[in-house]
């Protein structure tokens, strides 16, 4: 049996999305009938007609009242809605973006990044393949500081090549991870080291620079943090928050996860929350914020001349943007991707989700 010829009480026992799908095709189904009385007759509509039956008054085809079969869809969509509003934030396996800890070895930073292929669940139920390093997407988070000297021992246990390119740092040529122009691929089974003294500080990023649609949308990436030598104001926040914002073959997340799995960041009322926004997907993501203000005060890991004040930033693939959040208004308040395909649909919220909680 098809989604589409499923009825409402069947389908509660699938997957929230599949369930969510059919009552939608029913929704649309049951307005044409209402529209069209006798005589509709594409496939379509009558495929639905079992469940355009709701209140067995003797077929599809016979008259509905309007207003309660309406009421009745309009109760089911907002069952949806709240039942994704109350998982949030929804358990899954894996979490990703944590930070990795260095192994001193004289002096230098050595950090190790084993690519593999996994399965990565990105919401409730919904398993993905996926490319990781140590097993997380995004990758575990790496925090050094501007002239430190660091090792990236890159060992390849993909089924294809693969390299890592270090995404706003200005480092020496031979360390820049591209393939066929600064090395060569690291094949399979293979391990490449990258070594290098951090030279700009900021919110930079490392991904894969090879077969990178495929690698970068699978998972391949991560935050590559860098603390100024000297610390400024907007350094000393109180809560350092990075998202990492992807729309590949994982769908529309935010560091790995998609709505209602994704993080909310928790806050106390008058503390400073400092937003790391990355874009390592294919589209720009434009960020609202709601109930209060997001002052831009980095772009690309460079502090602006004059910091600026927006409740909405784009962000484009590659850009990142560091904001300062002065959490000045108590509350739940939803934070999420206003291009609202990413965001919303009949069933409720979905991917580019999440919500900024000031806790009075
Ligand atoms: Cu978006």
Redesign the pocket.
Known sequence: MSAETKSPSEAKSTDRREFLRTSAFTVVAGGVLAACGRGASNSAVVAARPTADSDQSGGAMAAHPAVPSATAAADEMDRMHEAGIKAFPAKTTGLGNQLLAPKIVAGVKVFELTASAISWETTPGVKVAAFAYNEQVPGPQIRVTQGDRVRIILKNNLPESTAIHFHGLELVNAMDGVPFITQPPVKPGQSFTYEFTVPNSGTHMYHSHHNSTKQVGMGLLGAFLVAPKETTEYERADIDHVMV?N?GFHG?TFNGKSFPATQPIVAKLGQKVRIRFMNEGM????MHLHGMHMTVFAKDGWTLPAPWRCDTLNVAPGERYDVIVNCNNPGTWAFH???LP??ESDHGML??VTALIVQA
């Open positions: 914002l729309d529309y589209m720009i993501h434009p991707c206003h291009i990413h965001a991917g580019m």
